[in-house]
């Protein structure tokens, strides 16, 4: 019987899964996301942004994020979606 001794490849964190997704909705350089980053004044992000990073986070981690919820940095992204998929 044979035995991989490959090691599985390194798992991205939730916070660096999370900042992909959102530079990756304005092709925005990684530098310019950091978790104090305001989503509308930092990024220029506006509504239809934000929803479609929503909806890219709900299927990426199978969660559910309420509508009330305030997400305005890309830290309290990180935060919320960290905090709820480890429950998931």
Same mark, same amino acid.
């Given at each position: 019987?044979?035995?991989?001794?490959?090691?599985?490849a390194?798992?991205?964190?939730?916070?660096?899964? %999370?900042?992909? &997704? /959102?530079?990756?909705?304005?092709?925005?350089?990684?530098?310019?996301?950091?978790?104090?980053?305001? #989503?509308?004044?930092?990024?220029?992000?506006d509504?239809?942004? %934000?929803?479609? &990073? /929503?909806?890219?986070?709900?299927?990426?981690?199978?969660?559910?994020?309420?509508?009330?919820?305030? #997400?305005?940095?890309?830290?309290?992204?990180?935060?919320?979606?960290?905090?709820?998929?480890?429950?998931?």
């Amino acid at each position: 019987m044979y035995v991989s001794t490959i090691t599985p490849a390194h798992t991205p964190t939730i916070e660096q899964q %999370v900042f992909r &997704i /959102i530079s990756k909705r304005k092709a925005i350089r990684a530098s310019r996301v950091r978790k104090t980053a305001s #989503l509308s004044r930092d990024l220029r992000f506006d509504t239809v942004d %934000v929803v479609d &990073i /929503i909806l890219e986070l709900e299927r990426n981690f199978s969660i559910t994020i309420p509508d009330e919820v305030p #997400l305005y940095t890309v830290g309290d992204f990180v935060r919320f979606v960290r905090a709820h998929a480890a429950a998931a």
